[in-house]
């Protein structure tokens, strides 16, 4: 009887770390490397808020984050916590004289469609098919 009781203790202390090893350290880990991320925003900036919004940050303040998004350059104030991530981030190195400034602008992606093409769509009903005597059957 001595020894269950024993083996109850170790099986719970057990259960404890297994669940520390696989649940909170894991979280724990994500948490610092969220707030360190936004602790190293800088003006410049891409972020993406919670919320889904892009914009370039342009000024920060405490806890605060003024942001300029879309075309109107429209600002927003957002709190730090808002930010979801960062997409891009603004190049505090200054590039050498013999990096050309074609290496020093990032790629982007062609999305454009080429719509100068005209489709026309295929005509539904039976097809007619000749026989060997050049008739069309129906």
Known sequence: MKNAGVFNVVLL???IALIYFMMI???RKRDK???DMRASLKPG???VTIGGIVGKVVRIKDDRILIETGSGKTKMEI???AVGSVV???ATEKLDDSTSEKEA???IEET???RSKKVTPKKLGAKKSENENGKTDK
């Open 112 to 114: 454009h469609v080429n």
């Open 33 to 35: 490397e969220v707030s």
């Open 105 to 107: 602008e990032p790629e």
């Open 13 to 15: 202390v057990a259960f």
């Open 88 to 90: 891009g981030k603004q």
């Open 25 to 27: 350290r894991p979280q």
């Open 45 to 47: 900036d891409q972020i």
């Open 79 to 81: 709190v730090k916590t």
